[in-house]
């Protein structure tokens, strides 16, 4: 049986989707204050330049994976306008749930779908725009998720993959003291749960680097790659274009 890597833990890879699910399940309700808390507010600038960078365009067709509480979606739908299609999508159900609601408290209805982005449930050539932000270091075969989001991308459609990345070295030491130490207190005090968070440090250490994640778009079928560091590393913003 193949294994695969759960954070610094070895897990067998039939049960790795399960294991994140956990992950998810437990910091769903919280989700949204912890990536303020976390990241200083960061995160949402680090969105805000992701729409920006995708320019959708009134009535094109935009799948978010890995969508959670929906930050992407809202954006992206209110550049769609009507006569486009954002299409909102995670493997977990808690996750999905939690920005279907929020969508719906803030008046906007987008098709809703829970699905596995190794098996995405759409038609080749479907959308403009694939984005994923935060989703694919949880994943369990990056590049067969990658082969799909090329897949239902049309010819000369982009893909945006908003992560978690290698931080500038001089950065390193004072990151991995925050990520380590600082994280899951926060976690424990605010969501009352530390293990998840330290989940969610570990992922990002064991996910592939700035170099690494673009060789890995252009072996999944993305004819130019690009990316754009932000906050020194911390981040990092995949560009793909499908040719």
């Known amino acids: 049986m193949s294994t695969t890597h759960f954070g610094y833990q070895s897990v067998e890879e039939k049960d790795k989707a399960r294991e994140v699910r956990k992950v998810f399940d437990s910091v769903a309700p919280k989700y949204d204050v912890m990536n303020d808390l976390m990241s200083a507010g960061l995160h949402r600038a680090w969105k805000a330049y992701t729409v920006m960078v995708a320019n959708v365009q009134e ?12 930050d992407l979606a809202l ?5 769609a306008g009507p006569r486009g299609c954002v299409v909102h999508t995670d493997i977990n159900a808690a996750m999905l749930s939690t920005g279907r ?4 408290d803030l008046g906007v209805v987008l098709p809703t779908t829970v699905c596995d982005a190794e098996q995405l449930p759409f038609a080749d050539n479907r959308f403009d725009l ?7 270091r949880n994943m369990t075969h990056k590049d067969v998720a990658l082969a799909e989001m090329c897949r239902v991308l049309r010819p000369g459609g982009k893909l945006l993959v908003l992560e978690f990345s290698q931080v500038a070295r001089p950065l390193a030491k004072a990151y ?3 990520s380590f130490k600082v994280l899951p207190r926060i976690g424990q005090l605010v969501a009352g749960d530390a293990s ?10 064991m996910h592939p680097g700035q170099q690494e994640l673009k060789t890995l ?7 130019h790659v690009d990316y754009h560091n932000m906050t020194g590393g911390i981040a990092a913003l995949h560009v793909g274009i499908k040719c």
């Open 59 to 70: 009535g094109q067709q935009v799948l978010d994976i890995a969508g959670g509480t929906g």
């Open 75 to 79: 954006a992206f739908a209110r550049k």
């Open 101 to 104: 609601d929020r969508l719906l």
């Open 130 to 136: 694939v984005s994923v932000a935060f989703g694919l």
């Open 176 to 178: 991995d003291w925050y």
């Open 196 to 205: 998840s968070y330290r989940y969610l440090a570990e992922s990002i250490r």
């Open 217 to 223: 778009m252009q072996k999944s079928g993305f004819g």
